[in-house]
């Protein structure tokens, strides 16, 4: 029990587009999400936090309309990158808390973007 | 600043041998601790998560919890080869639903075979 999914898992696209990425809790509700980023050799950096029907939390520094996260269901956000650019290239991880004991997350397997 | 600490590493253990991993937080409020393993180019998985002080023994794995000294630690026994990954301590300092955690910089492990 208790799968995250991410999809895609791999993108690469060019400078000045928009990417979307899909994070799903398969097999449990999940009213909060969360989006992290992860540059190689680097620890995990929260970028924000998305519940359920309402508008999602950003971390300080993190620019709310550069990384769009709809929350419109209780198995699924989205991760919108606008107008991606090469800094924006890494490791994008997004987790869904399970509302049990300890309140655990769960990881889905990540999305790797590249902008050239 | 909720402040997580782990030991910088990296960890070097032969196969067999028991792997240690220690982790220190500052909010004494904290309610709730986990162990996560990240191999490299991977997303971290849960190992097991502990709230109550004491020991928790799940397999090989076994977290350690002191509520007073603000320690949660991870003990790896018979550590194989595979084992060698990231180990990231994460803590959650509330309950409910503004709740999030606060990860370590994680420490890297190494099981010589």
């Known amino acids: 029990g208790a799968v995250v999914s991410q999809h895609p898992s791999r993108v690469i696209c060019k400078s000045g587009t928009s990417v979307k990425i899909e994070c799903r809790s398969l097999d449990f509700q999940a009213t909060t999400m969360f989006w992290y980023r992860q540059f190689p050799k680097q620890s995990l950096m929260l970028m924000a936090t998305s519940n359920e029907g309402s508008k999602a939390t950003y971390e300080q520094g993190v620019e709310k309309d550069k990384f769009l996260i709809n929350h419109a269901s209780l198995t699924l956000s989205t991760l919108t990158v606008t107008s991606a650019h090469p800094e924006d290239s890494s490791f994008y991880i997004c987790?869904?808390?399970?509302?049990?004991?300890?309140?655990?997350?769960?990881f889905g397997p990540g999305t790797r973007l590249l902008v050239l | 600043q909720k402040e997580v600490e782990q030991n910088s590493g990296p960890l070097s253990v032969p196969e067999g041998a028991i792997a240690s991993l220690n982790c220190t937080y500052s909010d004494r409020g904290s309610q709730s601790f986990f162990w996560y393993r990240q191999y490299s180019g991977k997303s971290p998985e849960l190992i097991m998560f502990?709230?109550?002080?004491g020991d928790k023994e799940d397999g090989r794995f076994t977290a350690q919890l002191n509520k007073a000294s603000q320690y949660v630690s991870l003990l790896i026994r018979d550590s194989q080869p595979s084992d060698s990954a990231t180990y990231l301590c994460?803590?959650?300092?509330?309950?409910?639903?503004?709740?999030?955690?606060?990860f370590g910089k994680g420490i890297t492990l190494s099981v010589r075979p």
């Open positions: 502990i709230y109550s002080n």
């Open positions: 994460a803590v959650n300092p509330l309950s409910g639903a503004n709740s999030k955690l606060t």
């Open positions: 987790s869904a808390r399970e509302g049990k004991e300890a309140e655990t997350q769960y």
